[in-house]
T-cell receptor, first 113, second 111 residues
Framework: QKEVEQDPGPLSVPEGAIVSLNCTYS??????FMWYRQYSRKGPELLMY??SSGNKEDGRFTAQVDKSSKYISLFIRDSQPSDSATYLC?????????????WGLGTSLAVNP | SQTIHQWPATLVQPVGSPLSLECTVE??????LYWYRQAAGRGLQLLFY??????ISSEVPQNLSASRPQDRQFILSSKKLLLSDSGFYLC??????????FGPGTRLLVL
């Protein structure tokens, strides 16, 4: 079993739809949870970063963490064609003198106009 | 503000040839630096990380090596490329905090 599981999709939705992206994890040591967006042939860029269970909102994006269920989600409201990208979840824990990030495989999202 | 550069952007190399990819960070000091490889359908694979000049940790055995000759410079090298070295190579930095920030990447094709 992988430490972080993420459905690779692809996910295709019409413009304006609400998108739900999810990751599950098995390691209770994970403390910090991140969502990155990666456009084709570009480096990943940080979208959201959360620590505790609950919701964090930033514009059209909401990150949700449920530590009891080991489940995180990213919601995109009023999705736009410009949201078409691969979304990667990442989780970090303390590993000696460094913090390690464990990555999901990414979910490919296409928002159709 | 911080900026991370990688070059070249794209590289096509024959099997058996050497490799040198460079990453530099501006606007910060003493960052943690990371090299990742991203292959289609396989996610981000951490190759090396460095917490300081001359300090390199390898995550997976392979024919690649990394060096950090200066505080904000990180180099990925190989003496002889394999077909399996093809992929998208990403450099990232972290300075305190939890999040890593990525460069634009180098797309390597080994033929």
């Amino acid at each position: 079993q992988k430490e972080v599981e993420q459905d690779p999709g692809p996910l295709s939705v019409p413009e304006g739809a609400i998108v739900s992206l999810n990751c599950t994890y098995s390691n209770s040591a994970f403390q910090y949870f991140m969502w990155y967006r990666q456009y084709s042939r570009k480096g990943p860029e940080l979208l959201m970063y959360t620590y505790s269970s609950g919701n964090k909102e930033d514009g059209r994006f909401t990150a949700q963490v449920d530590k009891s269920s080991k489940y995180i989600s990213l919601f995109i409201r009023d999705s736009q064609p410009s949201d078409s990208a691969t979304y990667l979840c990442a989780m970090s824990y303390n590993a000696g003198n460094n913090r390690k990030l464990i990555w999901g495989l990414g979910t490919s999202l296409a928002v159709n106009p | 503000s911080q900026t991370i550069h990688q070059w070249p952007a794209t590289l096509v190399q024959p099997v058996g040839s050497p490799l040198s990819l460079e990453c530099t960070v501006e606007g910060t000091s003493n960052p943690n630096l990371y090299w990742y490889r991203q292959a289609a359908g396989r996610g981000l694979q951490l190759l090396f990380y460095s917490v300081g000049i001359g300090q390199i940790s390898s995550e997976v055995p392979q024919n690649l090596s990394a060096s950090r000759p200066q505080d904000r410079q990180f180099i990925l090298s190989s003496k002889k490329l394999l077909l399996s070295d093809s992929g998208f190579y990403l450099c990232a930095w972290r300075r305190g905090g939890e999040t890593q920030y990525f460069g634009p990447g180098t797309r390597l094709l080994v033929l």
